[in-house]
């Protein structure tokens, strides 16, 4: 079955330092997004992305946040200067269309990223 | 604004039937979704509705009343498996994004 992969699984940093986090989403679809996840607290949306550009971001999502899809597969997440607070889970997902019942997102297993 | 709210934890008994119940707002509204997260594991996608009724998917089901901004998860013989949290995602205002409740946990005791 289909399914979004990340990379690393952990990454570990020091505060000030840029990241980059690695997605490759479900080869046909077409939607695809950065949520993240603090520990112990609930999901945020950070950012979603169709037809090569930013369609939707979060207040969270602010200068130092960027994403792009350099080639047909691959969709990164990079952090310019990360700060403590960026230590969290994040994950990226992807969906089909809008004409697919639902738009379901499916998300991949997340990157573990922790800023000391 | 938008708030989703959710109990914090529910605890049931292996082979029993438990109702997670959700309530919503949001701005704008483009259906709610279920999604199971196992501790340190992503969400995984269990139901979507997008009318008002019940939506049956094996041992789980979703019902939806959009006027009444409110949703519940229904899992019927339940498994050890099934420990896990429940999370409430709304699709509002905006494109495509879920907005997620802080998630039901569920502990399941045999």
């Known amino acids: 079955e289909p399914e979004v992969t990340q990379t690393p699984s952990h990454q570990v940093t020091q505060m000030g330092q840029e990241v980059i986090l690695r997605c490759v989403p479900i080869?046909?679809?077409?939607?695809f997004y950065w949520y993240r996840q603090i520990l112990g607290q609930k999901v945020e949306f950070l950012v979603s992305f169709y037809n090569n550009e930013i369609s939707e971001k979060s207040e969270i999502f602010d200068d130092q946040f960027s994403v792009e899809r350099p080639d047909g597969s691959n969709f990164t997440l990079k952090i310019r200067s990360t700060k403590l607070e960026d230590s969290a889970m994040y994950f990226c997902a992807s969906s089909p269309s809008l004409q697919e019942s639902g738009n379901i997102q499916y998300f991949g297993a997340g990157t573990r990223l922790s800023v000391l | 604004g938008q708030n989703i709210d959710q109990p914090t934890e529910m605890t049931a008994t292996e082979g029993a039937i438990v109702q997670i119940n959700c309530t919503y707002q949001?701005?704008?509204?483009?259906?709610l979704f279920w999604y199971q997260q196992h501790a340190g594991e992503a969400p995984t996608f269990l139901s979507y509705n997008v009318l008002d009724g019940l939506e049956e998917k094996g041992r789980f089901s979703s019902f939806l009343s959009r006027s009444k901004g409110y949703s519940y998860l229904l899992l019927k013989e339940l498994q050890m498996k099934d420990s896990a949290s429940y999370l409430c995602a709304p699709k509002g205002g905006g494109y495509n994004k879920l907005i997620f409740g802080a998630g039901t946990r569920l502990a399941v005791h045999p």
């Open positions: 080869s046909n679809h077409l939607y």
């Open positions: 949001t701005s704008g509204f483009n259906g």
